[in-house]
C-alpha cells in the first residue's frame, strides 16, 4: 500500500523558533497533501490543502503567515510554523492522495504517523 | 466544522465480543470512509462505502450506510485486544477533502 512518511516524529523547540515538518509520499505521487491538527481525545482539524506547484487553501481561522505550507513536488510537503508559541504546541498529521488511483480507491487518504510538537 | 458525529464516544467491551460504533452526517456525500488511529499515531484508512452502496464487508469488518438517515454504521465481529483505537469516520464528496467525526474510542479487554 501506499506510504506516507512524515518527519520529525516530535519536536520540543523554545517559543519564538520555527519548526519544520516534512510529509514524503514515498511510492507514490500525490497531486494533493493536507495539513491537520489534533488536540488530545479530539477529532482531526483540517489546517490547509496543499497543491503541488500551488498556494496552499488555508481553512478558516487558519494563519496562513504563521503555519507556511510548501509543496514544492510530488512527494514532498512542508509545515512551518513560524515563531511558534506554547498554544500552538499540537499534534500534526498529514495525509495524501494517490494521483493514480481511480473511483474510490482516489478517495482514500494515507497518512503519516503524525508530529507531535511541544512548545515550551 | 466537523459534519460526522459518531457515537458511543467510548465503547469498552471484551475480547471476543462485537464492537458497533455509528456516524451521523448533515449534508449529501459521495462516500464514507472508516479510519482507525491508535494512540498518537497517523490514521489508518478500514473501509470506503460509496453511496450507491447499503453494505460492504472486509474481513471482520462490516458497514452499512443509510443515506436516507444519512448514517453508518461500523461493525467489528470477534474483537481481539489489538483492535483497540480511536475510529473515525469521514465523508467526502468527489474529489474534495473528506470530513472527519468525533471519533470513537474502542476497548478491547483481554
Known amino acids: 500500500g501506499a506510504v506516507v512518511s512524515q518527519h520529525p516524529s516530535w519536536v520540543i523547540c523554545k517559543s519564538g523558533t520555527s519548526v519544520k515538518i516534512e510529509c514524503r509520499s514515498l511510492?507514490?505521487?500525490?497531486?494533493?497533501m493536507f495539513w491537520y491538527r489534533q488536540f488530545p481525545k479530539q477529532s482531526l482539524m483540517l489546517m490547509a490543502t496543499s497543491n503541488e506547484g500551488s498556494k496552499a487553501t488555508y481553512e478558516q481561522g487558519v494563519e496562513k503567515d504563521k503555519f507556511l505550507i510548501n509543496h514544492a513536488s510530488l512527494t514532498l510537503s512542508t509545515l512551518t510554523v513560524t515563531s511558534a508559541h506554547p498554544e500552538d504546541s499540537s499534534f500534526y498529521i498529514c495525509?495524501?492522495?494517490?494521483?493514480?488511483?481511480?473511483?474510490?480507491?482516489?478517495?482514500?487518504?494515507?497518512f503519516g504517523s503524525g508530529t507531535q510538537l511541544s512548545v515550551l | 466544522s466537523q459534519q460526522g458525529e459518531e457515537d458511543p464516544q467510548a465503547l469498552s467491551i471484551q475480547e471476543g465480543e462485537n464492537a458497533t460504533m455509528n456516524c451521523s452526517y448533515k449534508?449529501?456525500?459521495?462516500?464514507l470512509q472508516w479510519y482507525r488511529q491508535n494512540s498518537g499515531r497517523g490514521l489508518v484508512h478500514l473501509i470506503l462505502?460509496?453511496?450507491?452502496?447499503r453494505e460492504k464487508h472486509s474481513g471482520r469488518l462490516r458497514v452499512t450506510l443509510d443515506t436516507s438517515k444519512k448514517s453508518s454504521s461500523l461493525l467489528i465481529t470477534a474483537s481481539r485486544a489489538a483492535d483497540t483505537a480511536s475510529y473515525f469516520c469521514?465523508?467526502?464528496?468527489?474529489?474534495?477533502?473528506?470530513?472527519f467525526g468525533e471519533g470513537t474510542q474502542l476497548t478491547v479487554n483481554p
Open positions: 449534508t449529501s456525500i459521495n462516500n
Open positions: 469521514a465523508t467526502g464528496t468527489s474529489g474534495s477533502r473528506l470530513t
Open positions: 511510492d507514490f505521487q500525490a497531486t494533493t
Open positions: 462505502i460509496r453511496s450507491n452502496e
Open positions: 495525509s495524501a492522495r494517490d494521483r493514480r488511483g481511480t473511483g474510490g480507491d482516489f478517495e482514500k487518504l494515507f
